[in-house]
C-alpha cells in the first residue's frame, strides 16, 4: 500500500511542478529591446496571461505595460504606414502637376517671345504702338491659369477692344481721335468684323484650351490635397486593437514565426480603413473626369498648336484690317461721322508681313509623353482607396502554402471568417474590428463633397465651359475656406434608422472544436491535480 501511494504521489509531483522547465523569454526580450523599449519588468521566463487585455489570455512573456507599449507602438507605425501609402500618391501627383504646370507656363512664354520677335520684324514701327495690348493678353491667360477669379472670354474681348483702338489711331494718322469716337468705332466692329473671322475662331480654341489646362492642373492639385487629409485621418480605439492583436500578439503568444493569415490581415485593415475606402466611387470618377479633360488637351486642337499659334492667327487679323483699312474707315464714317483733322501729320504705316512661325496641329512629342504619363497615372490610381487594404497587408499575411499554419488572432490554425467587402456599410459583421457603420468619420466625408465639386468642374471644362475656382479648397493658393460648410455637410446623407448594428457571432473555430492555447497540456494541470489527491486520499483511509 505504501509503495503505491509513494508512485501516486510521485505522479502528482511531477505533473504540479512540471517535467520540464517554463519557456524562455529570450525571443520576445531581444524583439523588445529592438523595438527602443527597456527590459526592466520583463519576465525571462513565460508568465500566466490573464492580465492581458488585448491578446489572447494563454502564458505569455507580456507583461500589461508590455502590452500596452506594443499597443501605442502598433498605432504610430500603422498610422505611418498610410501615410507614407498616401505620400507616395501624393508626390507622384505633384509632380505630374509639376511637369503639366512647367510645360503650360512655357508655352505662353515661347508663344510670347515668338510674337515679339516675329512683330518686330513683320510690323517695324506699329508694334511699340501695340506691343502694350500684347503684354496684357498674355498676363491675363497668366493670372486665368493661375486661378484668377477672371472671365477669360471677356478678357479676349478686351483684347480685341484694345488693339482695334491702338491700330485704328496707328493707322490713321491723319484724324485727331478722342475717346467717345473711339467707342462708336467699337460698337461698330461687331458687324464691321474689322480682324475677319479670327477673334471668334480664336475665342473658341483659346476659351476652350485654357480652360481645359486650369481645370486639369486644378484637379492635380485637389486630388493630392484628398489624399493627404484623408490619409492623416486618426485611428480608432477598436482598429488600434485589431492592429496590435495581428501584429504584436503573436510575439506575446510565443509563436514569433507565424505570419497572420492573408484573409484575417484583410479584414482588419478593411475594417480600419472602411471610411477611406467610401471615397472609391468618386474617386473613380474624378479620374475618368481627368482623363476626359486630357483628351481635350490633345485634341480637336492640342494646347501647344493653339498657345503656339497665337502670334500667327493675330498678325493675320493685323493684315485684315490692313488689307481692308480703306472699307473699314468709310463704314465707321458713315456711323460715326468724320473725327477731326490731326494738327500732327504722321508717315503713313506700311503694310505689315506675317513672319510668325507656322504651327501644326498635331500634339507635339514633349505634349504626347506628359499626356501618355499622366493617363498612366489616373489609371493606376483608380482604385488606390480599395487596394489599400490589400497593399497593407503584403509584408504582413503568410504566403498560401502556410494556410494551416498562420496567426489568426488566438492561434496558430487556418482563419475561417470570410473577407468583408469594401466600405463602411460592409464592416456591419466583420469580426475583427467593431465599426459603427452610422457615425462615418466626417473628414472623409468633406474630402467626397470635394470630390464631387472637382468632378463637376472636370465636366464643364471638357464642354470648354469656363468654371470658377473660388472656394475650392482651404490650402490651395487663391482659394476660399472650403466647400464643405456645417450646413452642406449636414445635407450629405446619413444612415439613419439603421437596423441593428449588434456584431453577431463569428466563430474563428469550427464549433465543438475546443481551443488550446500553444498546445500546452499543462494547462490541465489543476483538474488531473485534484482527482490524483482525492485518489490518495481513498487509499490513505483504507
Known sequence: MGFVVLVLLCA??????GDSKPKTCSDIRQFYNSKGFNLNGVPQT????????????????????MEENLLNLSRREFE???KESGRTLQVSLSGQFKSFDDYFLELLNRSEASLQTSFQTGFGPLFSQITKVFQDLYSDLRRYYRGSNLNLEEALNEFWARLLER??????PQYSIGEDYLECVAKQSETLKPFGDTPRELKTKVTRTVIAARTFAQGLVISGDVVRKVSQVSLRTECVRAVMKLTYCPHCSGVTIAKPCSNYCKNVMKGCLANQ??????????????LEVVDKLSRPYSVDSVVLSLPKRIAEAILYMQDNLNTFNNKVLQACGSPGQSSVTGDQIKRGRNTAEEVSSTPGAQLEKLLSDVSRMLRDMMQYWVHLPRNLCVDRESGPSDVDRCWNGMNVDRYLPEVMGDGLASQIN??????????????????IMQLKIMINRLKYAANGNDVDFQDTSDDISGSGSGMCVDEQCSRFPRLNNAPNTEKPNVYAYQPGIKKVVNGRSSQNLPCVSLYLLSLVTVLLRR
Open 167 to 172: 491700330l485704328f489711331k496707328a493707322l490713321n
Open 277 to 290: 475606402a467610401d471615397l472609391d466611387s468618386e474617386w473613380r470618377n474624378l479620374a475618368d473626369a481627368m
Open 12 to 17: 502528482l509531483t511531477g505533473l504540479v511542478f
Open 46 to 65: 513565460e508568465i500566466s496571461g490573464e492580465h492581458l487585455r488585448v491578446c489572447p489570455q494563454g502564458y505569455t512573456c507580456c507583461t500589461s505595460g
Open 80 to 82: 505611418t504606414q498610410v
Open 430 to 447: 466583420n469580426p475583427e474590428v467593431e465599426i459603427d457603420i452610422t457615425k462615418p468619420d466626417m473628414t472623409v466625408r468633406k474630402q
